[in-house]
């Protein structure tokens, strides 16, 4: 385990490195701290790979996350916006370990820098991040972060089928507390999925909402 020492030793480096113009030569120290991390990455890559179990996989990333956490916090304070595959690598780990808000915490600064997926990702950030919480189905005490990524991602470019899975499951979690909200979600889910399978709830809402209007105030 890391000292605190070292921890912060590190995120300084990364902080440095992160903030340093493109093209500028890099302190030793600090050109070393992103090759170490590099380096490391590989070898949990190459862990990972050896892998069948999407379930153990999720248990070893997890294990290995919170050595990453000096240089995230390091490029996440220097807010130098510059294509960073290390840092868009952790978000995605951070997904597959259930850590959503870590997740959309670095979604949010890469979609902001116009970052990419590294190579071999065919899907953009937006699309990504949005495809990976909705296709879960998100319980509960998700919904908060479901609702920051529909947030999150509107205006970048994906497939239709994507943003209606988002609002369906937005929908549905919202049906028992809130149907108005909920009903606003449906619709617009079906707006970009006429197939996705939300008319019988909208129905059901819809006259629950009616009914309630026309109820009569307690005397």
Known sequence: MKSPARKHFETTLAAKQAAAPSGAAAVPAEAGIAAKFRALLASHKAILK???????????????????????????????????????????????????????????????????????????????????????????????????AIELTNGFDMPDEVRAKAHKAAGTLLADTDPASAVNHLKTALQFNPKCGVKTLITKLEKLIADADTKPADA
């Open 50 to 148: 050896a892998i069948q179990s999407r379930v153990e996989k999720a248990n070893v990333k997890a294990e290995l996350l919170p050595e990453y956490d000096s240089y995230i916090d390091g490029v996440m304070t220097a807010q130098a916006g510059a294509q960073d595959d290390i840092l868009v690598t952790i978000m995605l780990w951070r997904l597959d370990t259930g850590d959503i808000n870590g997740a959309l915490e670095i979604a949010a600064y890469a979609l902001d820098s116009g970052m990419t997926m590294p190579e071999g990702f065919n899907r953009n950030i937006a699309t990504t991040i949005l495809d990976e919480i909705a296709d879960n189905e998100p319980a509960i005490e998700q919904l908060p972060a479901l609702l920051n």
